[in-house]
Each structure stands twice: as C-alpha cells, then as structure tokens.
Nanobody, 127 residues
C-alpha cells in the first residue's frame, strides 16, 4: 500500500513560482508511475503532468507545457512539480497520484489509471 502526502501549496501572485512535493511511503516507489492532477472549484479533476517510473519520460497538459516541470527522486521517494509563471487559472487543489506498474517507461494521464492518491494541496494564484 502506497501512501502519498503532498506539500508546498500556498498563495502566490501571478507570474510567481511554487514547488509542490509528494512524499511516498509504504511501497516500492521506483515501480510507481506518478502524476499531478488538479481540480478547480466547480470543475472536474484534470491531468497536469506525469512521469514514468524510470523518471526518463514526462508528459504535460497543453495548458502548463513550458511552465511546469515534473521530476522525481526514487532514492528519496519523492515527486515534485515546479510551477513557474503561474496564472490565476492555475488556482486549484493539486493532487499527487501513483500507479504501480511493470512498465518502466509508461506514463498514464487518466485518473482512473491511478491506484493511490494524496490528500491534495491548495494552490491559489492572485491576479
């Protein structure tokens, strides 16, 4: 059983940066593909960025491409999301998700593909 705990959310002005972290415990993290999703008030939860278990493959939603960077440290059991040039429309609760896989280089972008979720961390971008 993998447990995920996010941290790093907060309030930031438009154009600013935040770094979210997701700490994993209780499982073999190196065999876990990971992703960040977000849910704004009144909207569905959407894919933001994903990373393969190997860490060598990444995928981004068009809305964040070029501004966000996902990374992982399998030795530390962490996944991070560096968010630059933040916009008010990035305001949402951000969730870390994990999918145990035997496919070292696969990325998964649908939330139903993920087995484990964190509790979420609020990101608010003021204009």
């Amino acid at each position: 059983q993998v447990q995920l705990v996010e941290s790093g959310g907060g309030l930031v002005q438009a154009g600013g940066s935040l770094r979210l972290s997701c700490a994993a415990s209780g499982g073999t993290f190196s065999r876990t593909a990971a992703a960040w999703f977000r849910q704004a008030p009144g909207k569905e939860r959407d894919f933001v960025a994903g990373i393969s278990a190997s860490g060598s493959k990444t995928l981004y939603a068009d809305s964040v491409k070029g501004r966000f960077t996902i990374s992982r440290d399998n030795a530390q059991n962490t996944v991070s999301l560096l968010m630059n040039s933040l916009k008010p429309e990035d305001t949402a609760v951000y969730y870390c998700a994990g999918h145990i896989t035997v496919y070292w280089y696969n990325i998964y972008s649908r939330q139903e593909q993920y087995d484990y979720w964190g509790q979420g961390t609020q990101v608010t971008v003021s204009s």
